[in-house]
């Protein structure tokens, strides 16, 4: 990946060159529905997403090039680049809408599923308040605090570097075309032609208890899931995701279903017949170890959340010293003020009356989501500006535990009035970042929030489509090994807790959630007190606690992927930051597509 610029410096609007084209938007929102399913897909398997910026912007130029040189067109300028990529990131981002989450956890608990049309209604909804709300906020976050936001400015370094060097892109494309082709390749042929076997090994551990008297004497490593599993995917997202967060799920993986989970089953609390010896047993341990997993996610998130809170103050307060003369740019395209109050109060409304119609959320409660949405988007946007990672799962616990106890036993409300928040959060961070890169970039704000709307409308219609295909029923398709959907077990556990109190928690995980609580709140606290040289070696509590909703076999070749990035930035550092990103990208979005392509074979034939 570029390296990241610690200073960056603002050049004047470009006011020249063409931006908001008839073709940078078409190309954005044609790219936006292809990788829109690449992140409903992984997702749906290990909760995580990939901001798709880069790619998009390596695609679209690669494909003008061709046209450039066949076709004679125009050439495809930087910023026509810039607004594409703005429209396909938002596109893609839609998952933090709910569609692998909320939407889902709903779905399993009442069995109720919207249609497409009014599922693509609520998702575009929830995204309107986020892109107002980062509107709102680019003067603040990007021109007074100069908040790094690291993916934004990642962006818009490739992106200057692709049109600096003339086959710098078409080389990265060349990566990222070939290493999507392999793993879909691989995908297809394990679903269609010859499963690939996972590879397991003969070690077992013996079980004591009430499990004797059943026959099953020994857990196989292979029972518990500690195998290696052929998915590309996986190893492509373990590279972006760096060493630490690979080695956070090892270690997870390791106590969860490596130490926890074998002493789970010698003290009898999952029932034997649910066991075989030949068989994967993620299904029936993960309802147990969810809880303590969910736990140990949730206080890390809130804690880390509280956390920022100090650092958004003091960034407000320090802002105020700054002459607005010093920090506000000659800017012909900003978006003018009544603008932005037009857009607020439609955002409002519509936000409103989608939670009253197709929720039946009552009228105080709704208005209320939407205004927490907006001053949590603000905190989600300027922790994503800090540190690149946006508390999207955070926000949403905080929502429902508001309303949890302000409508305790209400499934609905809980659920789809905290989707408001999170998918706020979650598209506010999306917009700040391409904002991030339109500034250093020169382009019109104006026209890349257009360019996102376009996104978003895109990635409304796509991804709940793709959903709805991916999963017509929730209730039996759901925290399977085929879907973990590790973001659904974690919502879904909240709202248990607040439905059905103490009696929707299986025996003896009660005194294990109230340890992984505690761990959670001290590894963030230790995080944050201790310097960054020391730090970076704790392991990330959240990551930590999703190695115990996801298979053991994802957890290794996440951390193998991870292991392999960590091993080419370091012993091929020049090539790494050149194509590693483009690489890792092929691998996600190959094995992402040729899946969703799968599954709408097996629909169609």
């Known amino acids: 990946m570029p390296s990241l610029s610690p200073t960056p410096t603002f050049p004047p609007p470009d006011t020249t060159n063409p931006q908001l084209t008839i073709r940078a938007i078409a190309t954005g929102m044609v790219l936006g529905a292809l990788l829109t399913p690449c992140n409903i897909y992984s997702g749906l398997k290990i909760g995580w997403t990939f901001n ?9 130029y690669a494909f003008w090039k061709i046209f450039e040189t066949t076709a004679h067109t125009e050439r495809w300028g930087l910023l026509e680049n810039n607004i594409n990529q703005t429209t396909a990131s938002s596109a ?9 989450a909320p939407i889902p956890a709903l779905a399993m608990l009442t069995g109720e599923q919207l249609p497409w049309s009014l599922l693509s209604v609520w998702v575009f909804s929830v995204s309107l308040i986020g892109i107002v709300v980062a509107v709102g906020l680019r003067q603040q976050m990007l021109i007074r605090d100069e908040l790094p936001f690291p993916a934004g400015v990642a962006t818009a ?9 003339g086959g710098e892109a078409l080389a990265r494309v060349k990566v990222l075309l070939t290493a999507g082709g392999i793993a879909g390749i691989i995908k297809i042929f394990n679903e269609a032609i010859l499963t690939i076997p996972k590879i397991a090994t003969g070690l077992a551990i013996p079980l ?4 004797n008297k059943t026959g099953l004497s020994t857990v196989s490593f292979s029972n518990l899931g500690f195998v290696l599993d052929p998915s590309l995917l996986m190893v492509g997202f373990g590279a972006i995701i760096g060493l630490r967060a690979g080695l956070s799920l090892l270690i997870g993986a390791i106590l969860a279903w490596g130490i926890i989970g074998p002493w789970v089953l010698t003290q009898g609390w999952i029932p034997a017949e649910t066991l075989t010896s030949d068989g994967y047993w993620f299904g029936p341990m993960v309802g147990w170890l969810l809880w303590p997993g969910v736990t140990l996610m949730v206080m890390a998130s809130l804690t880390s959340f509280a956390c920022s809170w100090g650092s958004m103050v003091t960034g407000a307060i320090l802002s105020r010293k700054i002459p607005t003369s010093l920090v506000t740019p000659n800017d012909p395209h900003a978006i003018p003020r009544q603008w932005f109050v037009i857009g607020l109060c439609v955002s409002l409304v519509f936000g409103v009356l989608t939670q009253i119609t197709l929720f039946n959320i009552s009228i105080g409660i709704s208005i209320l989501a939407v205004l927490l949405s907006f001053v949590l988007a603000i905190v989600a946007g300027r922790v994503s500006g800090e540190t690149g990672i946006t508390p999207i799962g955070a926000m949403g616990k905080v929502t429902q535990l508001t309303f949890g106890f302000l409508i305790p036993g209400n499934v609905t409300t809980n659920l789809m009035a905290a989707n408001v928040t999170g998918g706020a959060a979650g598209q506010c961070a999306d917009l700040l970042h391409d904002l991030k890169t339109g500034l250093l970039l020169g382009a019109s704000p104006r026209f890349q929030t257009l360019a996102q709307i376009f996104g978003v409308l895109t990635g409304s219609l796509v991804g709940s489509a793709v959903y709805l295909v991916l999963i017509p029923d929730p209730q039996s398709m759901l925290l399977t090994i085929e879907w973990p959907a590790p973001a659904v077990a974690t919502w879904k556990a909240v709202a248990e807790v607040f439905q059905l109190g ?13 340890i992984a609580g505690l761990l959670g709140v001290g590894m963030v606290v230790l995080d944050q007190s201790l310097p960054p040289s020391i730090s970076r070696w704790i392991p990330s509590a959240s990551t930590m606690g999703l190695a115990f909703v996801i298979p053991a076999w994802n957890s290794l070749s996440l951390f193998l992927g991870a292991l392999l990035g960590a091993f080419l930035m370091r012993y091929a550092k020049t090539w790494a930051e050149r194509f590693l990103i483009a690489l890792a990208a092929g691998l996600v979005a190959g094995e992402s597509l040729a899946g969703v392509a799968s599954v709408l074979v097996k629909i169609l034939f």
Request: proline share 5%.
């Open 92 to 100: 893609a981002s839609i998952i933090s809408s709910g569609l692998v």
């Open 52 to 60: 798709m910026s880069i790619t998009a912007a390596l695609l679209s």
């Open 502 to 514: 103490s009696e929707s928690i299986p025996q003896g995980s009660l005194l294990a959630m109230g």
């Open 157 to 165: 370094e490739t992106v200057r570097e692709i049109y600096g060097k």
């Open 208 to 211: 004591k208890g009430p499990l």
